[in-house]
């Protein structure tokens, strides 16, 4: 059984759906907790969705690079695409105590990343954004 | 994603089901705005058959919630899974929706 697999995604909102699947198939063939794949899911699903909405100036098509890998007692993704620099980290965290009229709509998606995972690196490299999420699996 | 649309009494009752990611929850904020803008004000979200949510889902949820307040209007959901209330306590949602555990108990909150 691989410990790593690569699924290629374009850039358009309904692949989001192949990224769940992805994420959950590699959970099962490996059978990880339902906890750390849902975990791992959401994070993945929202990175996704900043760089198929934010990327790109253009309307081409692009591809988006999913990888996912099992290492030590941790679980590993990277998303990968060749849009304009960003690092999702950049952003301010939400106030979660603010009253519903005053809060601002959105930024939850960072805040996922930052609560959830154990640990989020951005890098750009040969003009690419590369985001690499890691989960500790429960020992 | 699906969407069905019932009415019991004044209430709009949707139920959800599969997935609300920000490739579906366009789907869902027309819907929302089409029943508001129609003179919907009570709504209730079934979430027996949801399976996923994101964040682009919350702010579908959020905007309408926004957008009910100034009229008098609001929305409870029903029937949250256990991985998806666990997104909404991560958000800070919890607080800002009622939620109930059946949608008998929903609907029935606006009596």
């Known amino acids: ?139 | 994603m699906e969407i069905t649309e019932q009415k019991k009494g004044s209430v709009v009752l949707l139920v959800l089901t599969g997935r609300l990611d920000a490739g579906t929850a366009g789907r869902l904020e027309e819907r929302l705005v089409s029943l508001i803008d129609a003179g919907s004000r009570s709504f209730v979200l079934d979430f027996m058959h949801l399976d996923y949510i994101s964040s682009a889902g919350l702010r579908v949820l959020l905007m309408a919630a926004k957008k009910l307040k100034g009229l008098n209007g609001r929305i409870v959901l029903s029937s949250l899974k256990a991985h998806i209330r666990e997104v909404f306590d991560i958000a800070g949602f919890s607080a800002i929706f009622p939620t109930y555990d059946q949608q008998d108990a929903a609907v029935g909150s606006f009596q």
């Open chain 1, 1 to 139: 059984m691989s410990q790593t697999i690569e699924v290629r995604l374009r850039n358009r909102l309904s692949e989001l759906e192949r990224v769940g699947e992805a994420v959950e198939s590699f959970g099962e063939a490996h059978r990880l907790p339902g906890k750390v794949v849902q975990a791992l899911a959401l994070c993945v699903d929202e990175v996704v969705t900043n760089v198929i909405s934010y990327a790109y100036d253009d309307q081409a098509d692009h591809q988006i690079t999913l990888r996912l890998s099992l290492g030590t007692g941790e679980l590993a993704a990277e998303v990968e695409d060749d849009g304009k620099p960003f690092n999702p980290l950049d952003a301010p965290p939400p106030d979660l105590t603010q009253s519903l009229e005053d809060r601002p709509i959105g930024g939850l998606g960072v805040h996922f990343l930052r609560t959830l995972m154990d640990g989020v690196e951005y890098r750009r490299e040969q003009g690419k954004n590369l985001l690499v999420m890691k989960k500790k699996l429960p020992v």
